[in-house]
């Protein structure tokens, strides 16, 4: 079972319409060069579903109790903490929570044993990225993750990466299909003692397997949606992905415009979109009914439901597929 947290919805909303200035420009996040400093003193959690491998996630409280101690530059730390909120809008959209809703999304994968062998993947609004590495460890060709902020990025996405490739069996493949799969030994790093053949210390081997792992295999971005999708549209020849998930992205109504235009132009001609949602967000007056209308006007998609929960607040997962066009 994964472990039982305790869900805050958002309790702050700034109210002011978001200004030019306040849109976050999109960036690449490039990989350490040593991927492994990002893991000193963490204390990672582990998420236990089915047959699905253990995943590992760093705690939230971790970045409350470290805040003053973090690099920061977006204050996000700090803001949270003041303002005792999980969400403020156009400054911190929630990334550093793991929220229940990519649980449930995690179990529907489960059950129906999807593989992700030689797909493209994007985790969009990825937090710390559990969607996209489990595609990562089941055999995705490659997987891209994007969130709202950089500093979620930097501390949470790319460490949580790093902590499920040491883990289990990562396939190295590039996305070209060249490479190896690469054992667990060679992710695992171990204590960084000579060795007794005058071979180099068995630390400074094993970085270099799961850098190239994160490099060949692995892309970070960060950014608003709005300068995120014109950031991957300059890319040649231009990217497609197989699989999009979204897990809770569809709360504030106002940033529909531009994540549909996302998936319309990152999702390949017969790809699927999974996204996880509640059905209302209180206090920001986002929800799938909402979603479903803006979706239905713009005639682009197709909505299925894949799971609706009854119990408590209700969850839902939809997939989004393109309509057939006529010839």
């Given at each position: 079972?994964?472990?039982k947290?305790?869900?805050?919805?958002?309790v702050h909303?700034e109210?002011k319409?978001?200004?030019?200035?306040q849109v976050k420009e999109?960036?690449e996040h490039?990989v350490?060069?040593d991927p492994h400093?990002?893991?000193?003193?963490?204390?990672?959690e582990t998420v236990h579903?089915?047959?699905?491998p253990?995943?590992h996630?760093?705690?939230?409280?971790v970045f409350?109790?470290t805040?003053p101690e973090r690099?920061?530059?977006?204050?996000?730390l700090s803001?949270?903490?003041q303002?005792?909120?999980?969400l403020?809008?156009?400054?911190y959209?929630g990334?550093l929570?793991v929220w229940?809703?990519?649980y449930?999304?995690?179990?529907?994968i489960?059950?129906?044993?999807?593989t992700?062998g030689?797909k493209?993947?994007?985790?969009l609004?990825?937090?710390a990225g559990?969607?996209?590495?489990?595609?990562?460890?089941?055999?995705a060709r490659g997987?891209?993750?994007?969130?709202?902020?950089?500093t979620?990025?930097?501390q949470?996405?790319?460490p949580?990466?790093i902590?499920?490739?040491?883990?289990d069996?990562?396939?190295?493949e590039?996305?070209?299909g060249i490479?190896?799969?690469?054992?667990k030994s060679d992710?695992v790093?171990?204590?960084?003692k000579?060795s007794?053949?005058?071979n180099?210390?068995q630390?400074k081997?094993?970085i270099?397997?799961?850098?190239?792992?994160?490099s060949a295999?692995c892309?970070f971005?960060?950014g608003?949606w709005?300068?995120?999708?014109?950031l991957?549209?300059?890319?040649?020849?231009?990217?497609?992905?197989d699989i999009?998930?979204?897990?809770?992205?569809i709360?504030?109504?106002d940033?529909?415009?531009?994540?549909?235009d996302?998936?319309?132009?990152l999702?390949?001609?017969?790809?699927?979109?999974?996204?996880a949602t509640?059905?209302?967000?209180?206090g920001v007056?986002?929800?799938?009914?909402?979603?479903?209308?803006?979706?239905?006007k713009?005639?682009?998609f197709?909505v299925d439901h894949?799971w609706?929960?009854?119990?408590?607040?209700q969850?839902h997962?939809?997939s989004l597929?393109?309509?057939?066009?006529?010839?």
């Amino acid at each position: 079972r994964f472990p039982k947290k305790e869900i805050k919805l958002a309790v702050h909303v700034e109210d002011k319409p978001r200004q030019a200035e306040q849109v976050k420009e999109a960036k690449e996040h490039p990989v350490p060069i040593d991927p492994h400093f990002l893991l000193t003193d963490a204390v990672p959690e582990t998420v236990h579903i089915g047959t699905l491998p253990p995943l590992h996630f760093l705690n939230e409280t971790v970045f409350e109790q470290t805040a003053p101690e973090r690099e920061d530059k977006e204050k996000i730390l700090s803001r949270t903490l003041q303002q005792k909120s999980d969400l403020i809008s156009g400054v911190y959209e929630g990334g550093l929570k793991v929220w229940e809703c990519t649980y449930d999304l995690l179990k529907l994968i489960e059950k129906d044993t999807e593989t992700f062998g030689n797909k493209r993947i994007l985790d969009l609004g990825c937090g710390a990225g559990l969607l996209g590495i489990l595609a990562l460890k089941r055999g995705a060709r490659g997987v891209h993750f994007q969130d709202y902020n950089s500093t979620v990025i930097e501390q949470l996405t790319v460490p949580t990466v790093i902590l499920n490739c040491q883990d289990d069996d990562v396939n190295s493949e590039d996305e070209n299909g060249i490479g190896k799969v690469q054992k667990k030994s060679d992710c695992v790093t171990t204590d960084n003692k000579d060795s007794k053949d005058g071979n180099p210390p068995q630390k400074k081997r094993a970085i270099d397997p799961t850098l190239h792992t994160l490099s060949a295999k692995c892309r970070f971005f960060s950014g608003d949606w709005s300068t995120f999708l014109p950031l991957l549209l300059k890319e040649t020849p231009p990217l497609k992905y197989d699989i999009i998930f979204t897990s809770e992205t569809i709360y504030n109504a106002d940033y529909y415009p531009s994540l549909h235009d996302t998936l319309q132009e990152l999702l390949a001609p017969k790809g699927l979109v999974y996204l996880a949602t509640k059905s209302h967000y209180f206090g920001v007056g986002g929800g799938l009914h909402l979603f479903e209308t803006f979706v239905e006007k713009r005639g682009i998609f197709s909505v299925d439901h894949l799971w609706d929960g009854e119990e408590g607040l209700q969850r839902h997962i939809v997939s989004l597929k393109f309509k057939q066009t006529k010839h």
